[in-house]
């Protein structure tokens, strides 16, 4: 992926750059809003990461507001020391695909570019997620497995979608919370290790092969157990 990184923060812009070109991406950055704005209108990218606090701009949402108003559909996703949730909704609604507040693990950062990546691959607008013999209709939220129709509570329904919509992929909780329970902080409650236990004792029971695993300490993978990785329960 040819990735554009604008951020005015030496450090942090040192960080992502690195931690792209080791995951085989390339990177490019700029630290102010006017070059910002010159490289995200004037070039193609597969994916734009950009700061809202930018030298020579008064936000840096107005970047991805022109690439929008361009007709350019460039996956964006703004890190932001601007964690409120009126910020974090203005950033969505101004146009971004994604927004993560900083300070955060590069790692999550990454989850989620590879997510956008996917999303905006060929036939990535399907009706149907499927994982192994799991599918799930996106028009009327029907899942199966096998012969099987599984019934599935709305926060369910959900947790599954994202699941799915990242297989292969650690998932976070940090991750889960604010994209499932539209939560910015964690309660510190067993909130999503009940919900995760509810939907396997639909999704996995009664099959041969488990689905939804947990890593330890780290979070959750969808797959049927052929993905990379280890310590899988």
């Known amino acids: 992926m040819r990735c554009l990184v604008i951020e005015d923060e030496i450090d942090t812009s040192n960080y992502i750059c690195k931690g792209l070109r080791d995951a085989g991406h ?11 704005k010159a490289l995200a209108l004037g070039s193609e990218w597969d994916i734009v990461i950009l700061d809202r606090m930018l030298p020579g701009c008064r936000d840096g949402l107005a970047i991805v507001e022109q690439m929008r108003a361009q007709g350019k559909s ?3 996703i703004i ?3 601007l964690n409120s949730i009126e910020a974090r909704v203005g950033g969505l609604r ?5 927004y993560l507040s900083k300070p955060f693990a590069f790692s999550e950062l ?3 570019v590879e997510a956008l990546q996917r999303r905006s691959a060929p036939g990535a607008d399907s009706a149907q997620l499927q994982v192994a013999d ?3 209709d996106l028009r009327t939220l029907r899942v199966t497995r096998g012969n099987k129709v599984i019934a599935l509570q709305p926060r369910e329904y959900r947790l599954l979608e994202y699941l799915m919509r990242n297989v292969g992929q650690v998932v976070t909780r940090t991750m889960l919370l604010e994209s499932v329970w539209d939560y910015h902080f964690d309660p510190q409650t067993n909130v999503i290790d009940v919900q995760i236990s509810r939907l396997r004792a639909k999704v996995d029971k009664d099959f041969p092969v488990m689905l939804i695993h ?4 780290v979070g959750y993978r969808m797959g049927d157990g052929t ?3 280890s310590a899988l329960e």
Do not use: F, H, I, N
């Open 26 to 36: 390339s990177a490019s950055a700029c630290a102010s809003g006017a070059e910002g």
């Open 74 to 76: 460039t996956p964006v």
């Open 79 to 81: 890190v932001s020391a």
């Open 94 to 98: 101004g146009g971004a695909d994604d």
């Open 110 to 112: 990454l989850a989620r």
């Open 134 to 136: 799991l599918k799930l």
């Open 214 to 217: 947990t890593l330890r300490g």
């Open 227 to 229: 993905e990379a990785g």
